[in-house]
């Protein structure tokens, strides 16, 4: 066993027992997708570019938060004193590469790349890292988990993966690794073109020292250009002197030149494939103190760490004190997703605070800047923030122009939701239900999808109140008992992405009655429609008296209003005019068309409307079809 460790074994440990963890994970979500552990909370490259965005617009991109960004800087701070640890130890990529490349020697297919193609790929990972940094500024979300190996394998290709992107990547690392040693690592990887960029730290301080002091003199430049610069220099130097890196680093490999006897074993051993043995001190960009040299030397003393053998497990320890320390900070962190303030400065700092937590609908940075949208319209709102870890929202308002009752009450929307169509003639029970804990819109969709299970609920609507006021539409001869128990159901499972998964429910009900008045089915299907209202095709540029309409009676009409736009993409795209779409209740669901006078013929239009698939056309040039929801009398 010492033999073993001595000879570095402690990496390779290291290195199977996180792969086991991943592992394990991984297949526990498969045989229970609610323990589902999310990979891309423990992710510093998504941290070090939420650094970015967060300086760039004030937004965390996509769901990242605290935690992310300590990791981020953990990431940094190790590059910057102790070498690119997490690429010699943690990285499961960088794990899969050197298996790949020992296959490769195996196999007897690995290729040396001579000394100018080395230089030309290394910018590849520069360009990767500038497009990954560029798209993901411009959109806020992580752009590479559309590609990474890693995020695709362990999420099984989840929503935010782009398939041929991915499979792309993972044939680059397999082959590449198998045929050139570390390919992935040394020509593709944009972490590894981040983290050698810090190793050049004093280029990296001077440009962007420069960029400060260009943006204290007033002069708009875009974090974009810092960002181009610092690539840039990094691939310049890297190629130009990468055994002279301008870094802070405290610890490195070491070789006494008096008792080495000139073997060539540390060369050899370098996953890297840095010439160790013509090094004194290695300074090398690639070198990430895996330490795979200091076991391979047959003498004593002669490789080490700082001169020192006591200091062979250093980057080890400091490794363990990093990562620990960081998982412990990031879980003490709070970070805002969107911190936003749209008044002066003296107006926000005498504003009153109003915090609330609890809202599922603070997902990521999507629904946080719906959530900015909705609360800047209210008078008196000054600033808010969202955190996504902990579904809570801030809100700095004027509290001589709105309350904080008002200020939550603006929060809450109230919904209909129709869920199955009752016989006109028939009695329908009106129940109201107090209920806590059902606030935002996925509390509803959960609402939605439990009473859905029940055969004796035909629609239900939300009210603002303290608890929630719950009107639900029923059989006449419905059990208040049984609805109570259905609606406090703790869990209930839910497919998403095509994967299933169990949502924990924290519904409560502190009254249920049932109304005196009751309505019949007919006044329950026309109450709860929800109609639409659209022009477009430019709309505008005609009279009243150019245009013409008809209607059209549903057979179906999809509780999802939304379905409506397709119907117009689809329409609309192929008859330029048509020009409106409304859809009503009259004694039935009806949708009229308006289009231009004698411009189009109205079968043309019918038929469209009432083809199999509806093909809808992105503003990109993406097409898709989808099958019509929609059916007619």
Known sequence: MTRFLKKNGIRTIIQMALLAVVLYWWVRAIINPRLFVDFEAYCPMGGIQSMFTFLDNGALACSMSGMQLVLGVTLLIAVLLFSKLFCAYICPLGTISEWFGKLGRKMKIQATIPPTADKLLRVLKYVLLGITFYFTLASNELFCKEYDPFYAAASRFGEDVVPWMAISAMLVLAIGSTVIPMFWCRYVCPLGAFSNLFKHIY????????????????????????????????????????????????????????????????????????????????????????????????????????????????????????????????????????????????????????????????????????????????????????????KSVKVWYDSTKVSSDGIKKSLFTPTKVHVKDPADSIKVAIVEAKVYNLFDQMDVFYMDQLLRKRKDIYAFESSFG???????????????????????????????????????????????????????????????????????????????????????????????????????????????????????????????????????????????????????????????????????K
């Open 466 to 632: 303290e608890p929630v006021t719950l009107r639900m539409y029923c059989d006449y001869d419905i059990d208040l008992e049984s609805l109570k128990e259905s609606i406090e159901t703790e869990s209930i499972p839910l497919i998403s992405g095509g994967k299933e998964f169990t949502q924990e429910l924290e519904f409560e009900v502190s009254s249920i009655d049932r109304l005196k008045e009751f309505a019949y089915g007919i006044n329950v299907r026309q109450y709860m429609f929800m109609p639409f209202k659209r022009a477009f095709n430019d709309r505008s540029k005609y009279k009243n008296n150019e245009l013409a309409s008809f209607e059209m009676v549903f057979d179906e009409y999809p509780r999802n209003k939304q379905m409506m736009d397709f119907m117009i993409n689809h329409v609309g795209k192929a008859q330029p005019y048509v020009v409106g779409m409304v859809t009503y209740f009259k004694t039935e669901p009806t949708l009229r068309v308006f289009f231009v006078r004698g411009k189009a013929e109205p079968q043309e239009i019918v038929d469209r409307i009432t083809e199999e698939k509806f093909k809808i056309t992105y503003d990109n040039g993406v097409v898709e079809e989808f099958d019509n929801p929609y059916t007619f």
């Open 203 to 390: 280029i990296v301080l001077t440009l962007v020292i420069g960029y400060a002091i260009i943006y204290s003199l007033k002069i708009e430049v875009s974090w974009i250009y810092l960002l181009i610069s610092l690539f840039i220099a990094g691939y310049f130097f890297e190629v130009l002197l990468p055994e002279k890196t301008k870094s802070m680093q405290v610890m490195k490999i070491t070789r006494n030149s008096h008792s080495c006897i000139d073997c060539g074993l540390c060369s050899k051993k370098c996953p890297q494939g840095i010439d160790v043995a013509s090094l004194e001190v290695v300074n090398h960009a690639d070198c990430n103190l895996c330490g795979d040299c200091l076991g391979a030397c047959p003498v004593s003393d002669t490789l080490q760490v700082n001169q020192k053998n006591n200091f062979r497990w250093m980057p080890v320890a400091a490794l363990f004190v990093l990562v620990l320390g960081g998982i412990y900070l990031g879980n003490k962190l709070e970070v805002p997703t969107v911190n936003m303030k749209w008044a002066d400065d003296e107006v926000v700092a005498n504003a009153a605070l109003f915090e609330y937590s609890g809202l599922k609908n603070i997902k990521c940075y999507g629904s946080s800047m719906s959530f900015i949208g909705q609360i800047k319209t209210v008078p008196g709102v000054v600033g808010a923030a969202t955190y996504v870890n902990s």
